[in-house]
């Protein structure tokens, strides 16, 4: 059994990368004339390069098809994971995924695919909401942000790696053009099925089954290096036994019980991290989709223009278009932002419990808010209408700008990414696994992904029509949006780097504290350092760097449990 935590990680995480492929899987391959003749609506042209593909209200029930069925996985989640484990659940949904990929490679017809599409959404809901989840139960809090944003990474480098397969499978000959990479795309879920087998369940699970023995024996594993009597691993146990025995006492929890008044402000908190990381702007800045030229082989012997234009992917090559940047340049220019993307989380990974939650979604959204309100000003300051039929025949290319000002819209782009990837990315996957109680947490991180898969649906059927309607106002929007959860952010999310997941529940029943909301959100600090020391046993040294009783009380108390442990 695996018990190193960085492993632990970079299997799980897999689950997030599966997410990525699925995402490029299909924003890659679209609207290349082999897909696009193969699904025609109606008789196929003898130009192969005139085929229209399927009727666009057809293709945006194809693409919706993946985000729909991820919210529909991410609220059973909570179900299957607090059945079957964490371990478990995710294995679930790696063989969900093969089934929806060995579908959608050999879709004959659109519903088939539709079908393939759902399945594969399924999954992707599963372990976007569970891998966090069984992550954060397992890490040690001074390392728990840096291995649970690690699913933004992995997201980030499916993204990338499926888009460049996906882009050189385009120019095959046939159904292979598209078949390859949606076969390819089954390989991580083989080896994430594989390699789970391997890996521990999460001792809060096993815990709360009753199952201490396993639970004490993955703690030794995994925090104890072996040693069964490390403090940290007693003191650990001892905490994760008091929570267990205090919610027996508690009738098994629904999705009601997160609405009641003691449960509300963490709901809405997880639901809105969610929400929020949606609403950033990240659609409009950061979506791929556009024209693109190239040659293809026979029997598409000649140029023709490729429209990676869908309505869940990315859409960035739009703002490209009203930049003046076209064909082949549009692509390397889009494409920039998926090695932005991937290289900017790492920062947040190697630091984000020393930073803390708090000031990186603060400062986050503060730097977001300034590139879109920036873009918003440039192209109504130099900017002018494209005409009814905009850039290059692209409707959603409604703005253009030339010039120096074109330029200044593209670093503005490429400096939202860096800005976004750092810090909602990853820290929208980090936070709702932590604020909640271990009886509830399995349904609480299923509602709030459930709310990020409802608004990745909503937002992808908004962006391309605002682009046409509102054009460069559509910037203003997501801006808004930006200050408004700076507010909210300030106002109500509380630090919880370098606490133990049975303290932050601490925090919100704080009896000190504001009813209903605990100790308020701008009065919460990083204690990654106490933990740090907690961690190697250094109880002394973490006493003193606890300022107040709360800490003493809490040490004491675990001290006494760990007697009770030991015997």
Request: net charge positive.
């Amino acid at each position: 059994m695996i018990g190193n935590i960085y492993a632990i990680a970079a299997v799980a995480i897999i689950g997030g990368g599966l997410f990525g492929f699925d995402i490029s899987s299909m924003s890659a391959i679209i609207s290349i004339p082999q897909y696009k003749c193969y699904f025609q609506a109606g008789p196929i042209p003898s130009d192969p390069s005139e085929c229209t593909g399927p009727e666009s209200s057809v293709q945006g029930g194809i693409t919706a098809a993946m985000p729909g069925g991820s919210w529909l996985g991410a609220l059973c989640s909570g179900f299957i994971s607090d059945i079957f484990g964490r371990k478990k659940s995710i294995m679930i949904g790696a063989v969900i995924w093969w089934i929806g990929s060995t579908i959608i490679c050999a879709a004959q017809n659109v519903p088939m695919l539709v079908v393939g599409r759902i399945i594969n959404g399924f999954c992707v809901g599963i372990c976007s909401a569970q891998v966090p989840v069984y992550i954060s139960e397992l890490a040690p809090p001074s390392k728990r942000g840096r291995l649970v944003g690690a699913q933004q990474w992995a997201i980030t480098w499916g993204i990338m790696i499926m888009f460049y397969i996906s882009y050189g499978s385009s120019f095959l000959d046939g159904t292979a053009a598209f078949r390859v990479p949606w076969g390819l795309q089954m390989i991580p879920a083989i080896g994430l099925f594989c390699a789970m087998f391997f890996l521990p369940e999460s001792p809060r699970w096993l815990g709360r089954k009753d199952r201490w023995d396993e639970a004490h024996a993955v703690l030794t594993l995994v925090h104890g290096k072996g040693d069964s009597n490390s403090p940290f691993v007693l003191r650990e146990l001892a905490e994760i036994r008091e929570m267990v025995n205090f919610e027996k006492n508690n009738s098994d929890v629904t999705y009601l019980e997160l609405l009641k008044p003691h449960m509300i402000n963490r709901t809405h908190i997880g639901v809105f991290t969610q929400i929020w990381s949606q609403l950033t702007g990240m659609n409009v800045m950061s979506k791929f989709g556009g024209p693109l030229i190239v040659t293809t082989k026979k029997p598409f012997k000649k140029q023709v223009k490729i429209d990676f234009s869908a309505p869940l992917v990315y859409y960035i090559t739009y703002v490209f278009l009203m930049a003046g940047v076209k064909g082949n340049a549009n692509l390397l220019a889009s494409s920039i932002q998926y090695v932005i993307n991937v290289l900017m989380t790492i920062p947040a990974l190697l630091y984000i419990d020393r930073w803390g939650r708090r000031p990186t979604l603060l400062i986050g959204s503060t730097l977001m808010m300034t590139w879109l309100f920036a873009n918003a000003g440039i192209l109504a300051s130099y900017g002018h209408w494209a005409g009814p039929t905009g850039v290059q025949n692209t409707k959603e290319a409604s703005w253009e700008v030339t010039g120096a000002p074109s330029k200044a819209v593209i670093a503005c782009s490429y400096l939202f990414v860096a800005s976004y990837a750092p810090t909602w990315g990853p820290v929208s996957w980090i936070y709702p696994p932590e604020l909640y109680p271990l009886r509830v947490r399995g349904k609480a991180v299923a509602l709030a992904t459930s709310a990020n898969w409802a608004f990745n649906f909503a937002l992808g059927y908004f962006v391309p029509p605002a682009f046409v309607n509102i054009k460069w106002q559509t910037y203003l929007v997501f801006g808004v949006f930006c200050l408004a959860m700076t507010v909210h952010a300030f106002f109500m999310f509380p630090e919880t780097a370098g606490k133990t997941l049975e303290e932050v529940v601490d925090i919100f029943e704080d009896p000190d504290g504001i009813r209903y909301v605990g100790t308020p959100a701008w009065k919460t600090r990083v204690s990654t350092k106490r933990t740090a020391l907690l961690e190697r046993g250094r109880f002394e040294e973490a006493g003193k760097e606890e300022k107040g009783t709360s800490f003493h009380e809490s040490l004491d108390r675990s001290g006494s449990e760990t007697v009770e442990v030991k015997a």
